[in-house]
């Protein structure tokens, strides 16, 4: 059978049907590989030097039993305890890998934060924090990319969201009054380009990488540009954008070739345009909507996540689901309840 014909039956079958459908992949999907492969293949991945101490570097150890399935090891020099997970995401929490790893399936499938705790079996709370331990993660991992060669850059808005805060935490005020469903006064939208709106500065080169980050409140500026590309330039870059002004300042300061499209003319018959950012622009909007409006201090990491979907998509489900569990177990970082609730908007 064709895949013209798989996704003609596809689109002819209901609702329940097509939940059916998707615990029936989620079981294919989790059937072509354990969790005793994902944890030799993190093993691998955070001993490829040998064992070692995470307190002193010290490759002197000897095993120590087992935790919770985990086998444990000892330093022989500072008698520190550890496993392969221990300062990753991974250390301060009793969820079993099988867990992890099913979670993991759940969002590269898109599912929300309710749907991946039914499946999952955690609480909505857990489910979230889940998602931003992982999200978190892969934000640290692809916050060192860089482009190079013919690299077209734009910027795009979405609205300033406080969603998730209340009147009755003690730990963030609202710095305006909570808009009820569009209705009343404080619901009015500002024309055009405003504060209200967060600017994420992006560039794509002919290559496929990707760079977006939120720079600022309303309209960027030459110094937000030169900023955000501070380090992820490669050498002989030609920045392709329009003709909005603060562009022409970062060609001195960003030592680039400047492209400018000007506004309303079509460039097809040139290398110089910005189809690639637009594109890229629009498939971020209809991801975006399925998640009822994202709360700005987390944008960082839904960009993360949106980038990572993008960088693997020609890789099979399988192989992106495996690298996102395997990435985040073995990155040594602490990310705590606290560190995920108590933050704040960052712009780059």
């Known amino acids: 059978m064709q895949k013209t014909d798989i996704k003609a039956i596809v689109k002819n079958l209901n609702k329940e049907e097509l939940k059916d459908l998707i615990s029936l992949a989620q079981g294919v999907l989790s059937g072509l590989f354990s969790s005793d492969e994902i944890k030799d293949n993190i093993k691998e991945s ?20 087992k935790s919770n399935g985990r086998q444990r090891y000892i330093c022989k020099r500072c008698r520190c305890t550890f496993d392969e997970f221990t300062l990753s995401p991974f250390s301060s929490t009793k969820l079993g890998l099988d867990k992890w790893l099913k979670y993991c399936e759940l969002m590269i499938l898109g599912l929300s934060i309710r749907q991946c705790a039914e499946e999952v079996g955690v ?48 730990t963030f ?33 002919r290559k496929g990488n990707i760079l977006m980050g939120a720079v600022s409140n309303g309209r960027i500026t030459t110094n937000d540009i030169v900023e955000f590309f501070d380090g992820k330039l490669g050498k002989d870059i030609t920045f392709c954008v329009d003709s909005h002004k603060s562009y022409i300042g970062v060609k001195k300061d960003l030592n680039v070739e400047l492209k400018q499209v000007p506004r309303g003319k079509s460039m097809l018959d040139s290398v110089y345009h910005l189809q690639h950012v637009n594109s890229l622009h629009s498939a971020f909007k209809r ?22 979907l993008q960088l693997s998509k020609k890789n099979k489900k399988t192989d992106r689901i495996k690298d996102m569990l395997v990435n985040v177990a073995t990155k040594e970082t602490c990310i705590t309840i606290n560190t995920i609730r108590n933050r704040y908007v960052e712009l780059v």
């Not at 978190?136 to 734009?154: C, P, R, Y």
């Not at 005020?173 to 500065?201: V, Y």
Request: glycine share 6%; with cysteine.
């Open 46 to 65: 955070r001993f490829s030097k040998g064992y070692e101490c995470p307190k002193c570097q010290c490759k002197d150890v000897n095993k120590n039993g």
């Open 287 to 308: 991801w975006l909507m399925p998640f009822n409006g994202v709360s700005s201090k987390y944008i960082s990491n839904y960009l993360a996540w949106f980038k990572f």
């Open 173 to 205: 005020e609202m710095p305006r009054a909570p808009r009820k469903r569009g209705k009343g006064k404080n619901d009015k939208k500002k024309r055009g380009i405003s504060n209200d709106q967060i600017c994420i500065e992006t560039a794509i080169d």
């Open 123 to 170: 609480c909505v709370k857990t489910s979230f924090y889940m998602r931003h331990r992982i999200l978190d993660v892969i934000n640290i991992s692809l916050k060192n990319d860089t482009v190079e060669g013919i690299v077209e850059v734009d910027e795009v808005f979405i609205r300033e969201s406080y969603k998730g805060n209340h009147s009755k935490s003690t």
